[in-house]
């Protein structure tokens, strides 16, 4: 299983990003995808999860009304839309795969199998 990032850089605040996670290997029909992110010094964390019909979303509340999450099964890749971006926002973006309703209901990084290299996103004030 290989998870690949693309689409991060240095953008000032209140720029949009849209990030990208191509997954090979992986076509579990159960499949929740989700983002998360880690700062300098700090845990890493969720940031967004998407069921495999797309029909299920959770956001954490300070992305929530900013970011979107998708994906587009035929191609097996997740986005992540970063719209209204903050100094805050500032960390490496993780994509991950992990089986269905555990996944999305636990929200945390070891519910979560597969890993992708990361991908840093920048936010200047």
């Known amino acids: 299983v290989q998870l690949v990032e693309a689409g991060g850089g240095l953008v000032q605040a209140g720029g949009s990003l849209r990030l990208s996670c191509a997954c090979s290997g992986r076509t579990f029909r159960d499949d929740a995808r989700g983002w998360f992110r880690q700062a300098p010094g700090k845990e890493r964390e969720f940031v967004a999860v998407i069921s495999w019909s797309g029909t299920t979303t959770r956001y954490t509340d300070p992305v929530k009304g900013r970011f979107t999450i998708s994906r587009d099964n035929a191609k097996n890749t997740v986005y992540l839309q970063m719209n209204s971006l903050k100094p805050e926002d500032t960390a490496v973006y993780y994509c991950?795969?992990?089986?269905?309703?555990?996944?999305?209901?636990?929200?945390?990084?070891?519910?979560?199998?597969?890993w992708g290299q990361g991908t840093q996103v920048t936010v200047s004030s």
């Open positions: 991950a795969a992990g089986s269905g309703k555990y996944a999305i209901n636990s929200l945390v990084p070891g519910a979560y199998s597969d």
